[in-house]
Every structure is written in structure tokens, then in C-alpha cells.
């Protein structure tokens, strides 16, 4: 089998703990100021990587982990923590703050990225917690022409190139085979992942951060899709509290319901 | 941002897969996604789930327990003529659980009756909820004039049996207490109920930007009242400061109905005695507070959380020095866990630890500022300069939010996963930094000498650990047991009091004295002190009918 060499695309998103809120002109959510994070779905495809190399799951051995992330220098951040993580590199795609990817976009740019780095496996979060497309990686395995095994839930390694994924679908789980290589999107029951160690997060400042452009790849950041509007979804309507028996039962009658 | 909401079903889903399945990978990746948040934090009241009146039931009444507190024979009987008083005053009928008339109460009663950890329990037979300051002066003049002894109760979090009844005292619950009356966006001047839950308050005050001064575990039950009257200690005292110096004013009724109004809003007031602070700490045994006015700082944006394995006390000690060093100003917290007290919530809880390998002491680290760059370059100095000096062996540095929370419930997870695991004697203690951890380290061998200590079900104590808030000197010494067993207690008391009075420690840093440490006062304060206090509780309650049996 042919040594793995994985690449793991990342993507800086608002932290899963913030709750989110749409701007004043209602164009987008309002990121300014807000704590930001790695997507928890990519964070499951860093550890995946990590593992297969630290168990040896992989008979040909793990040659290369390197994450990449499109985004505004801050996303250099989630970089450092994946390779805190364990990845060996990564590759920083500078993009303008508001000037966002579409799914289609990024799928052409991890193509581009794919063949640069010679990668043979892509491990992607199946969506990103702030769009939601679920859309990259089944788009990115169209353009390579690559087998694509989504939503895994657990990852084994076969004779050959043989690759099994299970992934859980309505009723049971569903075990599908393929030959690298390919793209595998992660979901939430595939690991556990790390924190990252004090040693480890030191040693990643030293690893190798390759500064790249849209250009380097041979990509605009031009945009398909127009959103008109962002709103947030109607308010939910707080429920009362009352004192007594005496209370419920006038508020029932005030109500009409009894 | 669908996901965000989705991942709520899918937690769902995996817990009951967890039931259904016996998968311990599953198992350990609901752990993972279930996202601990600080550990009782996100309930609201807590009372009902963790003291079912069944269980309760079964819990062994306080006057059986201390055989030597003999009810006081001036208090007079509750009789119907005094419930219907109650009614008739506070009108609504949730306001009074009457146990004395109607003997179907006595299930609604027992929540009352006993402390979440179900080591107190009294023979309470009534319960009143008054809704105003003077409906409780009113309760109060009446039960003085007729001799009736009354327990201040809160949220009933505390863990010295202070909130109980330990006989037949009316319970004065204050609950419906609980509104947030005004807030200034200037000043950070809050003045609320004293039935106002902790952890309402501090997300009113996070909507405006503000923090509440104080935070600890038990925050969606107990009351701000409550806090004050126990002067709760916490997690956020060492940035803080303790409740004497950030609570500005209280109102307060004294036993015979009159109402004191300190209720003043300013910081600078030298006009007299400051009789404010009497009632801070005061557990209840003086007035009862029903309003309180705070002084709120403002809210730190930027938050990290970093979480150490240090080989020694030593190392912990020097850690300590260099975080008040280099952090300075940014250090919010700083706390202690020995490796037992963390073995024993992973036994618990089952959560992924934090670190590969088990050290003999960890420390967590909270810095919170307002300029996350500059925190972080801070505290990213501080780790590297203390891991190259070998100060501290292994850590973590929590990478987002989600993280932040989980590496607190390592810490703030103690109290509840020890409350799982069975009984448990806790003692909060103050002691001269340099000794703290010392105090674990002899009870746990003299627990052993007398061959109580084990892995194995013969032995009635499971495990003795330390931890608490190492900023403030403070340690919670606490010893899980089995099962009620006397020898235990005989091997811990007196010696622990006697232990921490030798270093001129305080055998009470912030759970309060209560029935528990009514009797051991002495070890701490010298008689001049303690017959100074009882003077004071007599100006204010000559008949003593507030928290009888506690305290002094």
C-alpha cells in the first residue's frame, strides 16, 4: 500500500459555544469581535489523521499530514492548533476578511492543493458550522474524480489500497469500501479529539506555515451565489409561570381553554 | 448556522445509543459532545432532583445526629391559630405549605426540611414564602411576639446545615423574592431581591456587560441573599475580592420586624458603624436580608483557560508565584486539584481527561481581560517560561469555548461527583499557603493508620482529596466514605480543627459555621471574640428565635 499522504482542510468558524447574532444591515452574522474557533468537524478530521498515525492503522505508514486554511490571517490560529494537534504542516490561503468562499470555490482550491501536495487521502469536516453547505467535499471528489465516503463514523484500512468507511444512516449504519485515492468527510461520532499539550502547542510554532494566494492556485474569489438577506428566525415565545392551582386555572379561562 | 441546533438532536440521539448499545466508544464520544458546561450551572433550582423526598425520607434527622442540641423549651408550639395568622397575611395560597393543619403536606415539606446533600434534616412543619420586605417584618414581629424560632432559607445550597430547621422552625423561604429591581449601566450598581437566583442575576449582567463578583457551583440554585448572609467565597474572590468589600448596602428585617434600610448605592460611605457588615456572614442568626445592592465590575471580554500537571506542592507553589508575577492584573483565578480529587470526577463522569499522564497535583488558570492578544501573549510567555523551567510538567491551554468550559468541570465537577459516589465529610479550611496541601497529606495518613482507607468495600473510606482556591489560601479537605461509619468521624474530629489551629488557621474559610462547625468556633476565634459576637446577636435578637441552635 502506498504511504498516506493526508491533507486536512480546515476552516476558522464563530466558536460552536458563541451564540451567533445577524448584523444591523442584515448581510451576514456579525463576526467582528467574536471569538472564533476551529469548525468541530474539522477538529474530527485532524484527530482521525493523528490517529491513523499514531495506532499505525494505515499498512503503508502516515508520510504527511498537512492541514490548509482559506481565510484572513487569524486563521492562521486554527492552523497552529491542528498542528498542536499533531498535522506536520500547513498551508495558509490568504483570503480578505468578507471576501468568503463559496463551497464551489474552495472545492476548486483543495483540487489545486490536492495535486500540488501530491495528497492521496482528503479528510474534510462534512460541513462547517457556519454556512452549512455540506457541499466541499462531495464537489472536491467530483473534480479529482475520486471515490468519496461521507459522513464517517469509522475509518479502517485493508489490503491494498482498500479503504472501509462506516457511516451511519436512517436505522443503521452503512459500510461502504473504496480505493485511495479519496475523500473522506468526517461526522461527529468518529473520535474524541485532543486537547492540545503545552509541549506540542510550543513545538507547532516552530512547524513549517506556507503563506499561499488565491492566485497560487489559479482561483478567484469571484462569487456565484447573491445572498439577499439574513435574518434571524422569529423569537420563540417565552412561556409564564404562575403562583398556584388558583393562578393556572384563571389563566386556562382567561385563555378560553377551559 | 443550522448545524449549531442540529448538533442538539444528535446528542440526543447518541445518549440513547448509549443506553440502547453497550459501545464504550460511544459512550466516551457523548462525553465528548456533550459539551460540560460548569457543572451545576445550567440547572435550574436543584433541590427537588437531588433531594427526592423519598430519599430524603430516609435521611437521618439532624436532632438524632447531635443529640446534645436539646430543643429550646421557651420557643412555643406551632398551633392552628398561628397558621391561620400566616394565611391570612400572605394571602396566596403557594405562599404558605402548611404541615401543621393538613397532614398531606408533609411530601411538599421535605424539601425544605432537609440540605441537598441529605446530611440535615429537620421536623419542620411550616413553610411561608413571603413576596415582600414587609410581609416578612410582619411574620417576623408576630413570630417574636408569640415565641416562635424561625431559619432564614435561600436556595439551600449550603453544606453546613445553616438553611435547615434542626427542630420544628418555621422555615422562611425566599423564593418569591426574587426580582432584579434596578440597575445602574454607569456605575455597575446592581440592587435586586434577596431571593434572586445567582446565576439570574449574572446573566442579566452579562446582557449590560457587567459581571456578578462572585461565582461558584451551586449558581442556578442559590439565592444572592443567601450568598450574602453565608458570605460566600468562590471562584472569582481573587479577582474580586470577598463580598465585605463589594456589597454596598443591604436591607435587612430584624427579629422583632424592623426593617433596616442600608440599602445604599454608593462605595465611599464613613458615617458610623458599618452595621451592613454584620449581616454579611451572619447566617441568618441577626436579620434576615431581603434586599441587597452590589457593585459590579465590568465584564472581561477575553477569557483563557489553562490547566497544568505539576509534579509537587512545591511546584504548585512556585507555579502560583510566577502566574501573580507574570499574569498580574489578568489572573482571574487560580485552582488547585490533587490527583485523587481528579480520579475520582473522571470515575464519575467518564469525560476525556484533560492530560495523556496522571501528576500528583494540577492547577487551573483563568485570565480574563479585555484585549484577547494582548492575554494571550501574556499567558502564552507564562507557559513557555514555566514549562522551561520545569515548573510544570504537562499542560493544556483550552483552544475555544467549548474547551474552556470542560477543563472548569475538572474543577468545578468536584463537588457534585463526590456527592455521586456516597457521603462525604468537607471541610473548608484557610491555612498559610505554604502548609496547605499539608493538612490532605496527615489526614490521609492517620485515616489510613487506623485502617479505614481502601480501594476495596471493606474499608468505610474511599479516598481523601484536596483542592480549592489556591489564590485564596483556601482548601477543601474532603473525605469520600462508603458508607456512615462512627470510626470515621472520630478519626477526623477533633484533629483536623486542632490541626489548622495550630497554624492559626480558619476551620471556616467560606461554607460558614451552621450546625456543623457551631461547636469548634472556639478553634478559630478567641473567647473575647466569641463573647462579643453573642452580645451582638442579643441587640439584635433578644429572644434568639432567628436560626436557633447554629452558628454561636
Known sequence: ?258 | MAARQQMAPMLRRLRLAKASTNLGRQAALQQSLSRPVRCFSNSSPQRFQRTPPAAAAQGKFTSESYPDIKRDSRFAQLTEEHVAYFRELLGSESAVIDGVTRSDAIDDIEPFNSDWMRKYRGHCKLVLKPGSTDEVSKILKYCNDKMLAVVPQGGNTGLVGGSVPVFDEIVINMSRMSQILEFDEVSGTLVAEAGCILEVADQFLAGKGYIFPLDLGAKGSCHIGGNVSTNAGGLRLLRYGSLHGTVLGVEAVLADGTVVDDLCKLRKNNTGYDLKQLFIGAEGTIGIITKVSIQCPQRSPAQNVAFFGLESFDQVQKAFREAKGQLSEILSAFELMDEGSQALVRQVTNNKRPLEDKYPFYCLIETSGSNADHDSEKLQAFLEDVMEKGIVVDGTLAQDETQIKSLWAWREGITEALSHLGGTYKYDVSIPLKELYQLVEDTRARVDAAGLLGDTEEFPVRAVVGYGHMGDANLHLNVSTRRFDERVEKVLEPFVYEWIAERQGSISAEHGLGVMKKKFIGYSRNPTMVGLMRNIKTTFDPNGILNPYKYL
Not at chain 1, 492541514?67 to 504542516?89: E, F, H, Y
Request: contains cysteine.
Open chain 1, 1 to 258: 500500500m502506498s504511504a498516506l499522504r493526508i491533507l486536512v482542510p480546515i476552516k476558522r468558524v464563530i466558536d460552536y459555544a458563541v451564540k451567533p447574532r445577524v448584523n444591523k444591515a442584515q448581510t451576514g452574522v456579525e463576526t467582528a469581535g467574536v471569538k472564533h474557533s476551529m469548525n468541530p468537524f474539522d477538529e474530527l478530521s485532524v484527530e482521525e489523521s493523528v490517529r491513523i498515525r499514531e495506532k499505525s492503522r494505515a499498512p503503508g505508514g502516515v508520510e504527511d499530514i498537512c492541514v490548509l486554511s482559506a481565510g484572513p490571517p487569524k486563521a492562521q490560529d486554527v492552523l497552529r492548533t491542528a498542528m498542536a494537534m499533531g498535522a506536520d504542516r500547513a498551508i495558509h490561503v490568504d483570503v480578505k476578511e468578507g471576501q468568503d468562499l463559496e463551497p464551489l470555490a474552495v472545492a476548486k482550491l483543495l483540487k489545486a492543493a490536492t495535486e500540488q501536495q501530491k495528497s492521496n487521502l482528503v479528510i474534510l469536516g462534512k460541513q462547517s458550522i457556519d454556512d452549512d453547505a455540506n457541499q466541499t467535499g462531495q464537489m472536491l471528489a467530483g473534480l479529482l474524480g475520486w471515490p468519496q465516503a461521507t459522513q464517517a463514523s469509522k475509518v479502517e484500512f485493508g489490503e491494498g489500497d482498500a479503504v472501509s468507511v462506516t457511516r451511519e444512516v436512517d436505522g443503521g449504519v452503512e459500510t461502504v469500501r473504496a480505493k485511495l485515492p479519496m475523500i473522506i468527510t468526517t461526522d461527529l461520532r468518529l473520535n474524541e479529539p485532543r486537547y492540545a499539550s503545552l509541549p506540542n502547542i510550543m513545538k507547532a510554532k516552530k512547524k513549517p506555515l506556507e503563506k499561499k494566494t488565491l492566485a497560487d492556485f489559479g482561483i478567484s474569489a469571484e462569487k456565484r451565489l447573491k445572498v439577499l438577506k439574513v435574518t434571524e428566525p422569529p423569537a420563540r415565545q417565552g412561556g409564564g409561570k404562575v403562583e398556584d392551582v388558583d393562578g393556572l386555572i384563571s389563566k386556562l379561562k382567561e385563555l378560553g381553554a377551559i
